[in-house]
């Protein structure tokens, strides 16, 4: 099969950090998914083909949250007085253990599904709960919008309520299991080893999930240097290892195959070298790091070490699933560490934190992210024509407008791989 998808309309997007590309009035032409050409004029060859004109709306690339918990959709906002390790137990575990209910789970993750797609987040990497069925019907669902993900069956064998833990060998068995029932979802929908954090796994089940990470090539989420009661704690747990970091490293979990870790706001410089040594990436939360009083992770530190970053909603410590907001929330917040922390500190640009909540956690999922040749082509159609402003603005301005002030109203259309998404039907609240 040879399809084409030619999309006519404002360009916008990112190939590196430090700068926009836009081409007004431009052509992005796809074959099989895949982008061939982005530029100012139709090239001959494809002159006979059918043209989708958007006119003067916006196209820019979908964007792609690098850490959501899609059982904690319905905890939005709650117990946002509370910091990491008492949140998780007076809210967030009661609510996880429900996905053992598969009903309750297409209730919750048909209505989660369904705010991604009107959001914009064409590609998202997700925890699921312990249970094995119902992380098999969120894979279902994405699968059905279309929408891309890495979705994890969560791991926990210590340290977690009776109700919500695994014993060991189980744990390993029902992974296993997951992981040959995740082929059935194709390429878009994909598995990934998700130990929820050291606290809650022993050294036994970490080494077991990262013998299944490279024995089925399958990735690697959790979290890192989130809190620093959390970080006490696996000192506490791990006196052998020299650092947080090291503890998933000496398990396997991060170097072997690729890895995401969530937050690291805390780390140290030797764990920053190892996260650059692993090309580890972090997914930066703003809103939750702000919402958990977690603190300000040191962005620009990473990115000097040139350690891949990618934006995350962290759905439910973020209240916010929109990745325009969290980009948005990821300037705030680095302001304030700039104002309030260290002068030197120059806080993120916008094409900075565009390039993170697009390409920079597109890398996860290979070639994503951008309109460059070779990239998968999301891509977002954006109608911000209501944003009343009877100046001429350029399309950076346009495009900044909209992320602070617009919504997914103006989202007109989403592509994924090249196919246009309709709305999935899951709950219509
Ligand atoms: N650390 C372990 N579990 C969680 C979780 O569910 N959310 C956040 N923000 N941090 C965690
Ligand atoms: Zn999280």
Redesign the pocket.
């Given at each position: 099969m040879n399809s084409t998808v030619i999309l006519k309309g404002n360009i916008l997007y990112t190939s590196r950090p430090s700068e926009f590309i836009s081409i007004q009035h431009g052509y992005i032409i796809a074959v099989d998914g895949v982008v061939v050409y982005c530029g100012e004029s139709i090239p001959p060859a494809y002159a006979d083909c059918e043209v989708t004109d958007y006119g003067d709306n916006l196209i820019i690339p979908g964007f792609v949250d690098t850490h959501a918990?899609a059982p904690?959709y319905c905890n939005r906002g709650l117990g946002m007085d509370k910091e990491?390790l008492p949140w998780?137990e007076t809210y967030?575990f009661p609510e996880e253990a429900k996905f053992s209910n598969l009903d309750y789970a297409r209730l919750v993750y048909g209505a989660f599904v369904q705010d991604l797609w009107r959001n914009g987040t064409t590609r998202s990497i997700l925890?699921g709960t312990i249970h094995k069925e119902s992380t098999l019907v969120l894979m279902e669902l994405l699968q059905k919008a279309g929408l891309s993900a890495y979705v994890g069956k969560v791991n926990m064998d210590r340290n977690s309520p009776d109700f919500l833990i695994e014993e060991t060998s189980q744990s390993l068995a029902d992974t296993k299991d997951w992981l040959e029932a995740s082929a059935q979802f194709g390429p878009l929908v994909k598995p990934i080893i998700t130990p929820?954090?050291v606290p809650?796994c022993t050294s036994e089940l970490m080494d077991g999930l990262g013998t299944l990470s490279e024995e089925y090539k399958v990735p690697v989420q959790s979290?890192l240097s989130?809190n620093h009661g959390?970080i006490d704690w696996v000192g506490a747990l791990h006196p052998e290892s020299p650092n947080y970091t090291d503890v998933y490293y000496e398990h396997k979990l991060m170097g072997r195959t690729p890895t995401v870790m969530?937050?690291c706001i805390h780390l140290s410089d030797i764990e920053m070298d190892r996260m650059a040594e692993t090309q580890t990436m972090v997914s930066h939360?703003p809103y939750?790091n702000v919402n958990?009083s977690s603190g300000i992770a040191p962005i620009r530190k990473l990115m000097k070490r040139n350690i891949p970053i990618g934006l995350g909603s962290?759905i439910s410590?973020g209240h916010i699933v929109s990745m325009a907001k969290v980009l948005t929330e990821a300037i705030g917040l680095s302001k304030m560490k700039w104002v309030e922390v260290d002068s030197n500190y120059a806080p993120l640009t916008l094409s900075e934190a565009f390039y993170m909540a697009t390409k920079g956690g597109g890398k996860f999922f290979g070639k994503v992210g951008s309109f460059e040749k070779g990239c998968e082509l999301d891509a977002l159609i954006i109608d911000d024509t209501s944003l009343f402003d009877p100046n001429e603005r350029t399309l950076e301005e346009r495009l900044e407008r909209w992320l602070y002030v617009g919504d997914d109203r103006h989202i007109v259309e989403r592509y994924v791989a090249g196919q246009v998404l309709l709305n999935p039907q899951g709950f219509q609240g």
């Open positions: 918990h904690q990491l998780l967030t925890f929820r954090f809650s979290h989130e959390e969530a937050h939360c939750s958990l962290d410590g």
